[in-house]
């Protein structure tokens, strides 16, 4: 098999200050389930992955040669009011409350986790 099984094929790879402490912020936010994780030396996150629903999220802890990275990302959840509101609670700053706009079959709102990416979360409504 030239993939670990029940892996998508293509995964974003997020390079953050505070590698753990993305994923424990994903884990009480969207449910997330810790996979492999691999350490430096130093103890810093080298490689790890999570699991959001059926999409697997790559993660590492900045470096001089890495530097941390920003990039926005989508993702669909059962219930965007409650995933939104666990965001917020949790630190993330707002960037939109999740509205349904004209012609948008989702509802959809924004945040900013504490490294500086931007999550869209929605659920389709219709």
């Not at 995964?11 to 200050?17: F, T």
């Not at 470096?63 to 965007?80: F, I, R, S």
Request: aromatic share 10%; with cysteine; net charge negative.
């Amino acid at each position: 098999m030239y993939k670990p099984e029940n892996y998508n094929s293509l995964s974003p790879y997020l390079i953050v200050n505070g590698a753990q402490r993305l994923a424990d912020l994903l884990i009480t936010i969207f449910d997330a389930k810790e996979l492999r994780k691999y350490n430096r030396p130093d103890g810093t996150v080298m490689h790890m992955e999570v699991l959001i629903d059926d999409s697997v999220l790559m993660i590492s802890d900045a470096t001089a040669d890495y530097p941390g990275q920003k990039t926005m990302l989508h993702l669909y959840v059962p219930d965007v009011l409650k995933t939104f509101k666990l965001a917020i609670e949790n630190g993330c700053e707002l960037i939109e409350e999740p509205v349904n706009k004209n012609g948008d079959p989702d509802k959809r709102g924004a945040f900013y986790d504490f490294a500086g990416n931007y999550w869209a979360v929605s659920t389709q409504m219709e």
